[in-house]
């Protein structure tokens, strides 16, 4: 955790679907979140289920969310950034339009 | 007296199943799991409920694995209703390749098996591609076709294992995690004792299933037993999660019913050793791609390695002591597929101390030429 002259942890503001957060610099996507109180870092794609941090060190892939646009990140492996743009990952089909084509 | 009817050593698929079965034909049943530092091969398997392409050698595996096929819907519906644990199983699967020649091949292999099983044997449909593709939208157009028994499936293979240990403790079997047997050593009133690595004696039984794939072979040797297993290595592909794309198998992808892609389907010869390496899990991804293009766009979770515990005709190897009656080891590759036969089928065996004479085909003594 990075701190300041006076011993104070430096603040970072993101956002998570808009929500305006902020968390101290040098924390994982996943503390920032957790400590926002969002535990529902996205769904399972076939079950619908909330899904959130499980492990934190990058086993259990139950973490993924968007990040400044792009997809399946892993919150707890990310470091939080100043005007960092966190998303719920949208569906992802994988045969309707992306698979298709010039493969 | 004994304190149990049966021991079963191992803890895996085929250990389960055992234990199992037993418990609920009311046998005192106690299963020693040795723990993670034991080859896990049950928890690294694919999941298939497979049957076709199998016993082209032996009839008998074929009608065998017909057979598991027949009873794994009552087998997994008995779970669920039970533990609450769905296992996730969907009868559903096609022998899909990227290739003429590969069909062909398949094609021969389910004509010698069709012939071999005689009167016995299921039917079998070949797909054209155009027909496949009604029901397999995303195939590539150089895919020509596959092969389909209606027999063929999946399972989520990590909650079977939960469901088979849930249930077999709640009908009162024994199970003893991080305990390897040292020595099995035969009694004088006909049954066994079991005693650790350290000569503590772990319990006494009636009759025990050596049932510890790669961790059996050593353990049996003492006994005058000769089980031919050895590691063959498969490497498994894990993408990321995404939405229900597709319910069937193939015999090298899937979609697990938490929405990611497994591909798998590797084999190497290489002893004891789990690693991934970049070249097999490049030649698994690119063929995997080949058939289902799709399959490209899709980001990759995990890798793994795991040992099938395979016997030189890749059959079932079941078998009794001559010497020791009452001591029966067991070893297969198709611990998954297999699981409602060993379950329902070979724990009557053990509980009645013999096994079947229509079975004696897969005693190991085949192998003695």
Known sequence: MELDATNTPKTVRLSFEGTAIEAPAGATVAAALLAADIIAFGTRPVSGLPRGAFCMMGTCFECMVEIDGIANRQACLETVQEGQNIRRMPPRIPTKGQGDGDD | ?369
């Open chain 2, 1 to 369: 007296m004994q304190d149990y009817d049966v021991a079963v050593v191992g803890g895996g698929l085929l250990g389960s199943a055992f234990g199992w079965g037993l418990a609920r034909r009311g046998q005192k049943t106690v299963v020693f799991d040795e723990g993670d530092r034991a080859i896990r091969t049950a928890r690294g398997n694919f999941g298939l409920v497979w049957v076709q392409s199998k016993g082209q050698n032996m009839p008998e595996y074929a009608a065998w694995s017909l057979r598991a096929s027949q009873l794994w819907q009552d087998f997994a519906a008995e779970l669920t209703e039970n533990t609450g644990v769905d296992v996730h199983y969907v009868k559903q699967g096609y022998n899909i390749v990227a290739t003429e020649a590969e069909l062909e091949s398949a094609i021969a292999g389910q004509d010698r098996i069709t012939a071999g099983m005689g009167d016995k044997a299921y039917g079998y449909e070949v797909l054209d591609h155009k027909t496949l593709k009604a029901v397999a939208p995303h195939i590539a157009d150089s895919v020509p076709g596959a092969i389909y028994t209606g027999h063929d499936g999946h399972c989520n293979p990590l909650f079977l294992m939960r469901a088979l240990h849930q249930d077999m403790q709640a009908k009162g079997a024994h199970y003893q995690p991080n305990t390897r047997v040292g020595a099995i050593t035969p009694r004088a009133d006909g049954g066994f004792d079991l005693t650790g690595e350290d000569g503590t004696l772990l319990g006494s039984a009636a009759r025990v299933i050596v049932a510890a794939g790669h961790g059996a072979v050593n353990l049996v040797r003492d006994l005058g037993i000769d089980l031919p297993v050895h590691a063959d290595q498969g490497q498994v592909l894990v993408t990321e999660k995404v939405s229900e794309s597709m319910s069937f198998a193939t015999g090298t992808v899937r979609q697990t019913d938490n929405g990611s892609f497994l591909l798998g389907a590797s084999s190497k010869q290489i002893g004891m050793d789990t690693r991934t390496d970049l070249p097999t899990l490049a030649e698994v991804a690119r063929y995997c791609i080949s058939v289902f293009p799709f399959l490209g766009k899709l980001r990759l979770q995990r890798a793994w390695g795991a040992l099938r515990v395979m016997t030189p005709d890749g059959c079932p190897v079941y078998q009794q002591s001559e010497a020791h009656p009452g001591l029966f080891s067991f070893a297969c590759h198709s611990g998954v597929t297999l699981s409602s036969v060993h379950a329902l089928e070979v724990a009557k065996w053990v509980s009645e101390g013999n096994i079947p004479s229509e079975f004696n085909v897969f005693h190991p003594r085949r192998f003695d030429v």
